[in-house]
C-alpha cells in the first residue's frame, strides 16, 4: 500500500481519503428517526391537496378530506360509512368527557306551522277514515257493551268511537251518542 496521499488510487471499494469517516465520529451524527407511528400518521394526516368541491378548488388537509368522504358516503347510504362513522363520533365523544350537545331545534315560521297543522288533520281524517272501514265489516256477538245489556241477541255491526275516554265502541245503526246513554243498567 502507498504510505502517502497521493499514492492513493481512489476505485471500488477504496473511497477517497476526505470521504471516509473520520476517527472518533459516528457515521450518523443525527441518529435514527425516531418518529413514532402516531407521529408519522399526523405528518401523513396534515398534507394538504387541492380537491373540487361545487365547482372550485379548495386547498384542504387529508384529514378533513376524508372526514368528509366519509360523511358523504354514510349520507348516500352506504352502511359500512355509516357504522365507521358513528364508531368515530362515539371515540370522539368519550375522548372528550361530555357527549355534543343536540342542535337547538329550528323554530318553525307562521306558514310551516299551517302546512304541519294541515297534514295532522289530513293524517287523523285518514286514520279515522281506515278504522271506520275496517270495522263496519266486523260482527260483534257479546253479550254486553260496557256494562250495558244488549236487548236482542242478534249480532250487531259495530264501528269504532272516536271519542276519547270512550268504550271503544257502538253500533251503526244508533250512529251517536245513543249508546253512551244507554249507561241507565
Known sequence: ?????????????RPPLHTRFQK????NPGGRSTKSLPALLADALNETVVVTIGGR???ITKREAIVTQMVDKSAS?????????????????????????PPE?????AADK??????????RRQILQEIEEASVGRVWTAPLVQGVRQENSDAVRLRSCVRPVCCGTQPLAQMGSAIHSQTEK
Open 24 to 27: 472518533g465520529q459516528s457515521g
Open 114 to 123: 299551517e302546512v304541519v297543522q294541515l297534514f295532522v288533520a289530513r293524517l
Open 77 to 101: 347510504a352506504d352502511l359500512r360509512a355509516t357504522k365507521m362513522l358513528i364508531d368515530m363520533m362515539k371515540d370522539v365523544e368519550h375522548k372528550a368527557g361530555d357527549p355534543a350537545p
Open 57 to 59: 378548488r379548495r386547498t
Open 105 to 109: 331545534p329550528r323554530w318553525l315560521a
Open 1 to 13: 500500500m502507498a504510505d502517502r496521499a497521493s499514492d492513493y488510487q481512489v476505485g471500488p471499494g
